[in-house]
């Protein structure tokens, strides 16, 4: 018995806990596998916005969070609705979103590329802001207004 016991004490921390969590923000839901890290942000309308990352129902996890997509339903995406996501190492943004919220990707410095869909009008301000490994960004010419200290800090 005593051998079984330790085999089992041995073998839960080889074991890895995935685990999909989702919730409802605005008009969409999200839903986010632990296992492959992608936050995915489905439905139609707008996201709810928040006053900080501490608001987000993704905030205790996070630190899980290695890709964003946002799917085509999803117009408007929240004040700092991904703010924080230091892991976060994509973003794939549906075609149909028309607004980037305030420091909706803020301080996501891991985050290498994004391509801006052509149908947005607006980047509020500090949306972008201390995304330092962004190499690469398209901005569509539909865009116009760019809100203050959009892009601060991206290299």
Do not use: H
Not at 10 to 16: A, K, T
Not at 43 to 64: A, I, V
Not at 131 to 137: G, K, L
């Amino acid at each position: 018995m005593k051998r079984i016991c330790l085999f089992f004490a041995l073998l839960i921390p080889l074991i890895s806990f995935a685990a999909e969590y989702r919730g409802t923000t605005g008009e969409c839901t999200w839903s986010l596998d632990t296992k492959l890290g992608i936050l995915t942000i489905s439905g139609t309308g707008s996201m709810d916005n928040y006053g900080s990352l501490k608001e987000q129902p993704w905030y205790d996890y996070r630190f899980s969070v290695k890709s964003i997509k946002v799917e085509n339903g999803v117009k408007k995406i929240g004040n700092y609705a991904f703010c924080g996501l230091s892991k976060a190492t994509t973003a794939e943004l549906g075609s149909n979103v028309v607004s980037i919220g305030k420091s909706a990707f803020e301080k996501c410095i891991s985050l290498s590329s994004v391509n801006i869909p052509a149908k947005v009008t607006n980047i509020l301000s500090r949306s972008f802001f201390g995304c330092s490994s962004i190499s690469y960004i398209t901005i569509p010419k539909n865009v116009k207004a760019i809100g203050g200290s959009a892009f601060y800090e991206c290299i």
